[in-house]
């Protein structure tokens, strides 16, 4: 299960915090989440891993693909940041 919070910072940029674990299925909300926020003025989304205990394979791609100059991706774990670096390369 997936929870995400969000918080504006500063009028310019959203903070989804995502507590729990990561699967495809949890990933559609997710998704969800960004493209609302996308089409409005807000210049960035950051996620904030903290909370995520898991994640598997599957969802780390899709979240490596959802990443761009206006999503950044914080506070992950060490397994997930080396999950998350691997499938960059690829």
């Not at 504006?8 to 926020?37: P, W």
């Not at 791609?61 to 940041?81: A, G, H, M």
């Amino acid at each position: 299960m997936l929870r995400i919070t969000e918080s504006l910072e500063n009028g310019k940029t959203i903070r989804l915090r995502l507590d729990g674990t990561v699967s495809v299925e949890s990933l559609a909300e997710l998704e969800k989440a960004c493209a609302r926020f996308r089409d409005t003025q807000l210049k960035m989304i950051i996620l904030d891993m903290a909370g995520v205990d898991f994640m598997k394979d599957d969802a780390a791609r899709k979240l490596v693909e959802l990443q761009s100059d206006s999503l950044r991706i914080i506070n992950c774990s060490p397994f997930i940041v080396t999950l998350l670096q691997t499938l960059r390369k690829d």
